[in-house]
């Protein structure tokens, strides 16, 4: 799934995406240290990778 990032906190690697239905999803720190960034800027789009139980695994930039 993808959205949009609307809150990141570089100090603690956490933050939450709004999906394209408008939905926001909270992310941890495992789950930016994953990604290989370093940086998330507000606004950036984002793909979601989530675990059976619905959080968030892995965020990445969607490639075209």
Do not use: H, N
Not at 1 to 16: H, K, L, P
Not at 42 to 55: A, I, N
Request: glycine letters at 12%; aromatic letters at 6%; hydrophobic letters at 40%.
């Amino acid at each position: 799934m993808q959205g949009t990032v609307s809150e990141f906190d570089a100090a603690t690697r956490s933050g939450s995406v709004l999906l394209d239905d408008g939905s926001p999803v909270a992310f941890g720190a495992s789950a930016f240290d994953l990604s290989g960034l370093r940086l998330l800027r507000l606004g950036q789009r984002v793909q979601l990778e989530t675990g059976p139980d619905g959080t968030v695994d892995k965020i990445s930039i969607p490639t075209f």
